[in-house]
């Protein structure tokens, strides 16, 4: 739609954008927002084993467990994982562009570990690489009658205004929020999952009750990750260091499970990695690793961010478990230790974006930074910046552990809108300037939008005075939001 004032040309998104700006103006001079919404809880407990959503698959052998990621550093390879769990199988996937016709193959690895006195399944990962931008993929795992297909769609190529939808889920569980939570994104458009860490809940039971809660998180997921990728950091739950059951490796059973294309990005520990989607530069860290001045991650972050092209992919992400900026007394100033070391390279990069979880309950921050504390003089609190990022916070999957529900009073002033209640998140990437960020509330079981705000790209908005856009980019002045 094309609206004429006054012999000038006004796209109906122009307009729309113009009203957002008007209404941002407005709300400058008030504080952030704690929602009043009281849900009806239902019972936080994990969905008995013998429900249908963990249902095992017919057949001897039959593939169980399928989950993707990328594989690649640019979109063009899938991780393809799985588990079989009678005997290893042939570790091979058949593909192709066409529905039953699967003209190219490939073969990889399949491992299992102890935790306790349980023993994995055999546990597959293979890379399927050399693919095509924007190609629907089908294909097939396992052999004869028990065999199982699938399909996947890869991503736009690497480009600037290559529009892509990311969901963002955290703290999922197995209990029926978690249910909920996983069906209203799989209606949401979502086209990959950014999920910040605490995945299955299994370190929640004991001896080989682990190792099975694990097996049935598997099975749940795969409607959606056998279908798209899942982009994967580790929480705490994660960790499962077990020293009185004699398990003391951290992260062994994640590990073994959830393939990570790390190497990809030269880093050399799956924890910690970066890939490249559509627009979009992702970098995950690891809250539980070291991360203090010279250690693997924080060399290996120091030098990602160097090679990050804003003219290729101009918003600039970040992944992790542990929120840096948090109102909420769960959990409250945990992230300190990684802040103090990152924050600086956080706003001299003008990263858009900060996803956690951790925290159950939903956060948005305006953009602010605290660069200018140290522990002898500086300004102790939070201040507006333009270059900072915002952080976002979505630990609400619905896992049992409940929510948390008790914020400090009053809001700071960094805090944009909070409220716990279930949910998920979209990112909805435009183009190279702008991006809509919405988050959906489980409603008593009806998805809700319930915080959406439009964002202005940090590298392309800093320099709208200084650059000329092409005809097809929307030129705007000054920040929508935040």
């Not at 019972?43 to 017919?58: G, H, M, W």
């Not at 299992?112 to 050399?130: E, M, P, R």
């Given at each position: 739609m094309v609206l004429m004032a006054s012999g000038v040309q006004f796209t109906f998104f122009q307009l729309l954008l113009t009203l957002f700006l008007i209404l941002d103006l407005v709300k400058r001079g008030s504080a952030g927002i704690t929602s009043t919404f009281t849900r009806s809880q239902w019972?936080?407990?994990?969905?008995?084993?013998?429900?249908?959503?963990?249902?095992?698959?017919?057949g001897y052998n039959a593939p169980q467990q399928l989950h993707i990621t990328q594989g690649d550093y640019d979109g063009k390879a899938v991780i393809i994982s799985w588990v079989t769990a009678d005997e290893p199988g042939p570790s091979k996937v058949q593909y192709g562009t066409s529905e039953k016709k699967y003209d190219l193959s490939a073969d990889g690895t399949v491992t299992?570990?102890?935790?306790?006195?349980?023993?994995?399944?055999?546990?597959?990962?293979?890379?399927?690489?050399?693919l095509e931008y924007e190609t629907k993929y089908y294909y097939k795992i396992g052999v004869g009658a028990s065999s199982r297909e699938f399909w996947f769609q890869t991503p736009p190529k690497i480009d600037p205004d290559s529009p892509f939808t990311f969901g963002i889920i955290g703290d999922l569980g197995q209990t029926y929020n978690s249910l909920s939570t996983l069906e209203h994104y799989m209606q949401s458009g979502g086209q990959t999952v950014l999920?910040?860490?605490d995945l299955s809940y299994a370190d929640r039971y004991q001896y080989n009750d682990v190792g099975i809660r694990w097996d049935s998180w598997g099975r749940f997921i795969e409607r959606s990750a056998a279908y798209q990728p899942w982009i994967w950091s580790a929480g705490n739950h994660e960790i499962e260091y077990m020293p009185d059951v004699g398990e003391v490796i951290p992260f062994k059973s994640y590990l073994h499970r959830y393939s990570t294309p790390y190497l990809a990005s030269r880093s050399n520990n799956p924890l910690w990695y970066a890939i490249r989607r559509a627009s979009a530069h992702i970098i995950v860290l690891s809250s539980y690793s070291p991360h203090v001045k010279y250690t693997p991650q924080w060399q290996w972050l120091r030098d990602e961010l160097k090679r990050v092209d804003r003219k290729k992919t101009p918003w600039l992400i970040i992944v992790m478990?542990?929120?840096?900026?948090?109102?909420n007394q769960a959990h409250f100033m945990e992230g300190e230790s990684i802040r103090v070391v990152f924050e600086r390279w956080f706003v001299r990069y003008r990263v858009d974006f900060i996803f956690a979880g951790h925290v159950h309950a939903y956060e948005r921050s305006y953009r602010i930074s605290n660069i200018r504390y140290n522990v002898s003089s500086g300004d102790r609190y939070p201040v507006p910046d333009r270059s900072a990022p915002v952080y976002v916070t979505v630990g609400d999957g619905g896992n049992q552990e409940g929510l948390a529900g008790r914020f400090w009073d009053p809001q700071p002033e960094y805090s944009a809108f909070r409220e716990a209640s279930y949910g998920h998140s979209t990112l909805e990437i435009k183009n190279r300037t702008h991006s809509f960020l919405h988050w959906h509330r489980n409603d008593d079981g009806q998805k809700v939008p319930a915080d959406s705000v439009v964002f202005l790209n940090r590298h392309w908005a800093s320099n709208l005075r200084r650059r000329k856009l092409k005809k097809n980019h929307l030129k705007a002045r000054g920040e929508i939001n935040f």
């Open positions: 019972q936080s407990f994990d969905i008995p084993l013998d429900n249908k959503v963990f249902a095992i698959p017919t299992n570990y102890t935790f306790y006195n349980y023993k994995s399944g055999y546990i597959h990962h293979c890379l399927v690489d050399g999920f910040v860490g478990h542990v929120p840096i900026y948090n109102s």
